[in-house]
């Protein structure tokens, strides 16, 4: 059933710039302000920090230019929901759009909201992050507060406030995306452009380029887990790069757009993210690095450069690109549940827009309230944790869903062909699975619990199913 014969379709009001910058905001957050003080904990050395985000960028575009092919066929609501459900089976497709809402989006937009709110605090210091009402709960990654925090409830009224601006219509949120995007990519171009001129210091370059740039030993294969292990953070950091194919709809000219978006939005984010790296490295010895407040990295190095108005720009910069990398996820993630609702397969009135601003009311609503739920819980960073194994899993099945579609049908029409293939796809489909494998090996703490999390999403579907049924639907 499509939507002009219930209800209202959607505005197609995006085009290739607005899409660019959806791909280019969306993976722009929090990630790259602080994740860089985990991974050198992890790997101990300048060379290794910045393998980790050279690999975890070239897989990331492999993956892109991949994605590319199935956006073309599949330009619809939904995206890699689609991709799931045409190449392998409806229940993947319904498993990746589960663990979507209770996890990845949900998650990554509450994890985003959190970091803005931290950022938030740089200016005011009485918003603090110590629980005031909660208790503490013991998971397998660790213990979690909770309860509320002046930085939780802050938190909270940023995705409420977003989730109305979405609601109000896709125009509005696109201008709002392109216009943040471009105002967070110059920040970081600017701490790219001070790290690696007025920033360089002697002590930090001569401790990390000559003295600890490898670690001790050298290169060797048993580098490779703990490269593998590490790569967690740098690849939340490049997530949410396939969120513009969730609003193929909107587009002007899908077919055209979502590959050429994907790939040039990829490469400018990976671009910027290893010269930033680059950069902290330049300006902050590895240790320094490794233990940053809060590890807010972005802020040492500015700091360290420019003094306490280093301090502050940088917070600024990084309040301003956490709110746009939520626009992005928030606008996005809610058609994946209007996909599913129209498939039978979530509440059925998910799969309505709303007759005046012609958006997915029902699933922004939805979104943002279980959005809340994990903002208050503190539980969205173990849930990303336990998750981020199953993302690249759903990467990869994806992948295996492009191959199978080739062979299943050969005739169909492909605007836009996977470059390479079958190598770079195969080299995807292979660089995924070591990744998968390593993570199971190293951190089984948190893959195991993410596998669960998918898991629970098989019962909940066919209950899904029966339901369909009754109501008439495949």
Known sequence: MSASESGPDFVKAIGRLDATALVVGSMIGSGIFIVAADIMRQVGSPGLLL???????????????????????????GGQY???????????????????FTVIQTGTIAAVAVAFARFTAVFLPGLSENVFLGGVVRLPSGSIQIGLSHQRLLAVASVLLLTWVNIRGVRTAAHIQTSLTVIKAAS???????????????????????????PPGGLH???????????????????????????????????????????AGVLLVTTL?????????AVLPADQIANAPQDRVATAAMQAMLGDTGLYLMAAAI??????????????????????ARDGLFFSKTGTLDARHRTPVIALVLQAAWTCVLCLSGTYSQLLDYVIFAAVLFYMLTVVGLFILR????????????????????????????????????????????????????????????????????
């Open 51 to 77: 393998t980790v985000w050279l690999v975890s960028g070239a897989v990331t575009l492999l993956g892109a230019l991949t994605y590319g092919e199935l956006a073309a066929m599949f330009p619809r609501a």
């Open 82 to 100: 689609v991709y799931l459900r045409e190449g392998i089976s409806p229940l993947f497709g319904y498993l990746y759009g589960w663990t979507l």
């Open 188 to 214: 970081l171009i600017a701490l790219i452009g001070l790290g690696l001129s007025l920033g360089l210091h002697d002590g930090a370059l001569v401790a990390n380029f000559r003295n600890g740039f490898l």
């Open 221 to 263: 294969a048993g580098l490779l887990p703990l490269i593998g292990a590490a790569m967690v953070g740098s690849l939340f950091s490049m997530d949410a790069w396939n969120n513009v194919g969730f609003a193929a709809a909107e587009l002007n000219e899908p077919k055209r757009d979502l590959p050429f978006a994907m790939a």
């Open 273 to 281: 993210y290893f010269l930033t790296n680059l950069a902290y490295v």
């Open 319 to 340: 309040i301003v690109s956490t709110f746009g990398c939520n626009n992005g996820l928030i606008l996005s993630g809610a058609r994946v549940y209007y996909a599913m």
């Open 407 to 474: 062979v299943k049908r050969p005739e169909a029409d492909r605007p836009v062909r996977a470059p390479g293939y079958p190598w770079l796809p195969g080299a995807y489909l292979l660089l995924t699975g070591a990744i998968c494998v390593n993570l199971l090996a190293e951190k089984p703490q948190y893959t195991w619990p993410g596998l669960i999390i998918v898991a629970l999403g098989v019962p909940v579907y066919l209950l899904w199913r029966g339901l369909g049924k009754k109501r008439g639907h495949a």
